[in-house]
Each structure stands twice: as C-alpha cells, then as structure tokens.
C-alpha cells in the first residue's frame, strides 16, 4: 500500500544531532573535535578543551517552509587537571518523528477506525570522556541515550443504539537504552591527527522492547569511523572521513587570520549517490574566549528531505544516524561557544633548554648581553606568535631576566637566547655550586606564562676563571676602594719624583713607581691549584703579597686603571706549545710616537698602538712573573717576549698571540 | 687561470729566509744592538747574529752579512752600506698574506675598534684631575739622524729585495718620524715594494697619496702618473 510518511522534528518537522555549525561546514569532523563541540563523533577530542566549555545551537530549515529557528541544544565540557575531561550534551532538538499515514477500516462488521502511527526516534542526552595517555594520544568513550517511541492514536466512530459518537484512544509504547561509543585520536603533531571512532559498540537497553515497537527499531549495528586532518599549510585544514556505513565526508577550513574561518564540505554516502549528495559551507569567528559560527547544509536531491515522503511501508532500517540519514532536511546552523574558567590556550612549548657553559662569577655582567643558554621553544598554536623567555635562579637574580620577542610561525620551534642579570651576591659564591635554573616562556601578553622548564646551572666559585683572556678583565677592579687607596698612597709616597718628571711622562712615570712599588711586596708563586683556571682579585693579590701571572697581571692592571692609564692583556698560546700559553701586559705611557726615544732608544722596548681615543701612542709591555726585579727588568722581559712574539713570530696576525684592551 | 697565476706568486714570496746570519766582512764603524738593549756594542767578522738584533754602520762603515736560508740551505750575502740601520729581523721575506694581514693590523690597531666588538665595556676608572704635578715642558722630537738611518735600511731592504719588511719598516719609521713622510723618494720607494709585492691596490693608493703631496716638481708628478698608468 502506497502512503505519505510525514517527517516532522519536534517542535518542527526535522532535527538531527548535527549540533555545531563547525561540524556542518567542515563535514568531515572525526578527527577535528577539540572541544564538546559534537564531541559524540570523537569523545577522544574532548581533551584539547582549554577548560570550561559552553556550547549552545539553534537552527532553522528554510526548505520546510517555515520561518524562524528552533532550539537545538546545549553542550558542557570540563577538563580535569591535565589528562581528563568530560562532557555532557543536552540535545532536545536531537529528535525524528515519523507520521504514518493513517489506516482506515471501514469493513463491517467493525465500526469505521483510523490508526495514526507516530514513531518518535530521539538522543536527548549524551556524555563523553576523555584520556590522554601522552599529548599525542588520547582515548575517548562516549554513551548517547537513545529513545524510540511508538504512539499509535486510533480514532473510532462508535455506533451506538442511541447515538453515534466519535472515540480516541491512545496508547504509546517506548524503548530506551544507551548507545555506547569508543574512540581514539592520535595527534602525531600539530599538523596531523587521526580519530578511530566506533559507534554503538554496545547497547544498554532499559527493560524489554514490547512488540509493537520491533518493527520499528533503528538498527543497532556498529559503525566504524575513520577520520583525518593535516594542516596543509599555516592557514589550511583539510579534512577527511569514512564509515562502514559507506558514508564518508571531505572538508577544509581556511583561517586568514583575525580569528576568521572558512569553512566548506562535501557529504557523501554510497547507498544515496556515488557523488557527494550533501555540502556544507560555514563561517566562524573567534575572539578571545567567545566563538560564533554559523553554517548552511545543503542537500542536491531534496526527496524525503521536505517533511513528507512518498513511501511504502515504513522502514527504519536506512536510518543508522539520527545525525545524518536520508530524511535530513537543508539547514542554517548557527552555534555560540564560549570558555569559562581559565580560559589561557597554551600556545608555545619549551622543547628543551641548553646551557653553553657554566657561570663565572668574575664575570656575571657578560650574561646580561650574552646568552647563557638556549630554549627551544614550539608554537604548538595555529597563529603566528611572539614569544619571550626568562631565565631565573633564585637567590643569585632579583627578577627574571626577559628575552626580546621572538616571532615563530605555527608548528615551528625557534632557539631563544637566555640571557640572565646576575646580582652581586653571585659574587660571593665561593665554590663550584649547582643552583636550578627556571626558564619560562610567555607568548601571551595577559598570561605569566605558556610553559616552564627547569634545568641545572653551574655557578663556578669567585675565583674560577675559564682560561679565556677576554674574560680575565673582569678580574679587574679598578674601582676597588682597596685597590684606589693602595695606587693613591704609592704615589703620594712619590710624590716628589713625580714633580720633577716631564709631565709627558708622566703615566709612564707612574707605573714605574707602582710597579717597584709591588716589586718590594709582591713575589711570584704558582696557581694554588697548578691550573690556569684560578685567578685572584687584586685585593687578595694585595694581601696575599703574590700570585702567579694572571694574578700579578691582573693586580697591576687594576692599579694602573685606577689612575687612568689604559692597559692591555698580551695572551700568547704558542703553537707549537700550548702548555707554555702566557700572559702579560701593555700600558699605555700616553706618549706620542715621535718623543718616543724618551721612553726608549730602542724602538724594540715599547710598541706602538691606538689607544681608545685612536690616537697613536707609546704603550709599554711588561712580564709581571718577574715582579721581585722590579720594573727594568719586567719591562726588558716583556719587550722582549713582545718583540719575539709579534714581530718575529707573527703571532698576532697568526692568531696564536691576542691582545685585549682592559679599559 | 687567473687563480693558478696568484696562488704562484703567493708561493714565490713565502720563501722565507729565517736561517743564521752571519758577519762576513766588516769595514769603518759597525755595532750590533742586541734584543731590546739600548746601547750599540762592537761587531766582529764572524760573529752570528740573532734575530732581535739590529745592526748600524756609521759614516765610511759597511759589512756584508751572509745569509743562510733555512729551506734550501744556500747562502746569500747581503751589503749593508754606510748609515743605516737594520734589524736583522727584517731580512725575510713574508708572504703576501703575511704581509696583507700586517697592513690591515696596522689599520685596525685601534681600542675603539675593538670596544666596538665587545659587549660589555669596564667602567672607567678614576682618573686625577686637576694640576698636573710633572713639568710642562716640551720633549724633542726623536733623533732625526736615527730616523734617516732607520729609513736608509728600508732601501736596503728594497734594494736587496725585502719588499714587504722594507714596507713595514718604512711606515714605522714614518709614524715614529712623522716628517719623513713627505720625502718624495722614501714614498715612491714604499709604493714601488708595494707593486713588487703584487699589491696593486694599495700601490696604487700610495701612488695616489704620493701624488696628492705638496710641493712635488713636475717631473716628480710624471714619474708617479706613469708608475700608476703603468699599473692600470
């Protein structure tokens, strides 16, 4: 018997779970939940929620001929601490209601009936969790609670001996039951993921299924599912799905920027079309914790989808999804999704954080402009960020110390420089020690911070020195009250000496005094630890009454910066033999070249240099190992190491002797 | 090609000659300075010479050093004429990148140069101020006479074919003598050992700086328009 079935949704004539505007316009969405947002496609999504979740849909189907929109439903969802979350869907909207046509008897010798059918298939409510076993794995299990009801109204005339009167009776019959869903989503990076889903895998009746109702019942066979999604490119999705229910999906969104997307899909189904019978086009925009999308599902063959259906019998069995089946009407979606709670998305990853060396305290400035480490750092989002890293170790920094803005493109991951402003407590380290090191990144301007690492920071004792002359200057201490005061009191004690010298020699005078000066208090001794790599402050030089070169080195350099006169390390490395690599000094007599004989008649005596003024001047080279002699002698020594070392053997233009400028 | 043709000439002057010297034959006034003393002692025939030494022939004094190249062996003698100094030193040859790496350094031998390489600059440090306490007057300049020796053995140099020493020793002579810059001669010389050094760049700036100097005759002027037309 040929009948017309009316569809009709409730309040209206249609609805099916397809909730949010983003899961119609990109049509293929297993592998793109990433909130609760049609988390029953792939609980496993729910995971990527920030925190809290609020989703609410409305729509309306303009091919029914009815104008306005109705209301869908709304979604929850929550993460718990790193690795869980939950949602639940509240789906009113989540409804299909068929009208059989009714059945008229007129055969005596029963009074005239009409049976009117309504078989209402509902999913009013669903919930899904989620786990995540790693960031790039995540398991999901989802349960939709299912009810199928049968109301059968029979309208009967009843004749009656007096009168005849009509009758209506009404009896409804239902089954109830939870469909049960698994799911996984593998997310390999930010560029890939992969959702496995599996709907009804089980099926959790409530009671028995009365009689009436079984040739009704929607099929309960599992479906398996199979989704994909790549980031083509840093503003393109591309997505992709495929079921045993020989229904499959493509889809792409396209986000330009300013928290746009573009979105767009194709629906197929091999028992419908073997070309695409559906396709989906949307809009999303989003700012800071508000999302609205709106989107329009079109069907190219519109039979069965206007509310009414030529049909037979009345078969459920094409009906494996209230989401999408062969009586889905066209429709305008629009979906609001809002975050509550802590609503910071965490959008750079530190990868790993390297330190270039340990930390000397002689020369705790030189970090404030040169890295002491490297983070790696990832922008886990799909904008372009700008990110800054801090470093801090407490008690040895007042505050973090910041690194300018780095712009890295998504899925990329840049190395940041850490650079760290030490206070002078470091100063007073006075044994290798091991502090923790906490490098932090922020690529977000209201939040402290995306990510935290920790990492192990060698603090070297004060005295430590890494063997490098370019860092042996700050040893210096030209400003050391104890080292101003001793230089002050030399010379005073020379006073006269010095009235009578030619005031163009006058520097070249005073180092002389200094110099004979330590001459009679300082003698040479080996490193304590018989290495190169300790070193005094010239206080200590000063009260110890020694040191080895560096140490000497360093306190006379001291002592001349202290009044003035400008200094340069001479550091030579032979060769040939390294073991013997030493250093001694330059300084500067300020006396022009052309009165040079007045320092010297043997050119070979002094050296001439720029000094920081770029003037040309006559500077002096002294070996402080020979201090006891005092300044004759480790002038004559110096000159001649200097005259060996530079003009014969070519040192400074072989690189194997280096001079560095103190001050 | 044009690279196989300068690697040559780069091999050709990197022919060192760093072996003994000795003093074959001594005439009139002749003393040794050794390493960085001051004073100038008595040479004799026979007496080897280091290579922080330096030597000086008075007026009517010469000798003739023999020179023994380490790499092969052979011997080269070497006259010193009257008036000179020489630092034995500067009898080598050094190679043309020696010598380029020399030149840049004399360039770049500046503190400002460097502080501009270094990031963290030491405070300065306090400095007296107020009344000098040494006497104001003026020094003389250095012994012009040293100075002209000094210069004379560059032209040994030049003339015994140490081109790149004789550069490096003129131009310090030249900033140790500032006056002797504007002999015409002495800079034509420097330019000339630049071009035997292969350096056509720079000869050709001397050459150029020669021509910008004050008070040069015309024939002076020609001489350096063809030295640098020659070049071209």
Sequence with gaps: MLGLILITGRPDLCAQSLITARQIGLAAYGAEVRDSRGFSLNPAGLILMRDWDFTATTYGSPTLGRDGFVFHGLTFGKRFLENEAAAFQYSPGTSMRFVVPPTINIDPPNNPTSNDREIEYAEPFSIGVAHRFDEHFSVGLGARFRRETLTETTYEIIVGDTATFPSVSVEEVRATGWNVDASVLWRPSDLFSLGLTGRNLLTLAAGDTPDELSAYRLPKSAIGEISLATRATRTLLLAASAGTDQAGAVGGEWTPGYGIAIRGGLYFNAKESPTAYATGLGVGWSYEFLELGVAYLHFFDQTNRRGSSPAGEFDPSGIRNIDLNPYTSDRVTLTVKAIFGNIRERVALIESVAMLGSVYPSAYEVFAYRPIGTARVRNISSEPIHAKAAFYVDQYMDEPTESGPVTIQPGESVEIPLTAVFNERIRKVSTLTIKEGNVTINASPADPEDDRYQTPVLIQGRNAWDGDVLTLRYFVTPDDPDVIRYSRDVLLNHRDTLIQADRSLESFQKARILFDDLAEKLMYVNDPKQSADYVQYPTETLRLRGGDCDDLSVCFVSLLSSIGISTAFVDVVPPERPEESHIYLLFDTGVDPKFGSHVSPNPKRYVLRKNRRDIETVWIPVETTVVARGFEEAWTRGAQEYFDDVEIGLGTIKGWVRIVDIN | ?232
């Design chain 2, 1 to 232: 090609m044009r690279f196989s043709v300068v690697v040559l000439l780069v091999a050709m002057t990197s022919m060192a000659l760093g072996g003994d010297i000795t003093v074959k034959r001594l005439q009139g006034d002749v003393r040794v300075r050794h390493g960085v003393t001051e004073h100038w002692s008595a040479v004799a025939v026979g007496d080897v010479l280091r290579p922080n030494d330096s030597v000086k022939t008075g007026k009517g004094g010469s000798t003739v050093l023999e020179l023994i190249r380490e790499d092969s062996g052979t011997a080269r003698a070497v006259t010193l004429p009257p008036e000179v100094i020489v630092d034995v030193s500067d009898m080598r040859t050094l190679t043309q990148e020696e010598l380029m790496l020399k030149l840049t350094m004399e360039k770049v031998r500046s503190s400002s140069y460097q502080w501009k390489n270094d990031e963290l600059r030491m405070p300065d440090a306090a400095v007296v101020h107020g009344q000098g306490s040494g006497s104001e007057e003026e020094l003389n300049e250095n012994d012009r006479a040293t100075g002209r020796l000094q210069l004379n053995g560059a032209r040994v140099l030049y003339e015994n074919g140490f081109y790149s020493t004789c550069i490096l020793r003129a131009m310090e002579v030249f900033r140790h003598y500032p006056w002797m810059a504007e002999s015409f001669s002495d800079r034509l010389m420097v330019a000339e050992a630049l071009a035997e050094c292969d350096l056509r760049g720079e000869a050709l700036a001397e050459y150029g700086a020669i021509s910008r100097m004050e008070g040069l005759g015309e024939e002076e002027r020609m001489l350096v328009r063809e030295r640098m037309d020659a070049m071209k």
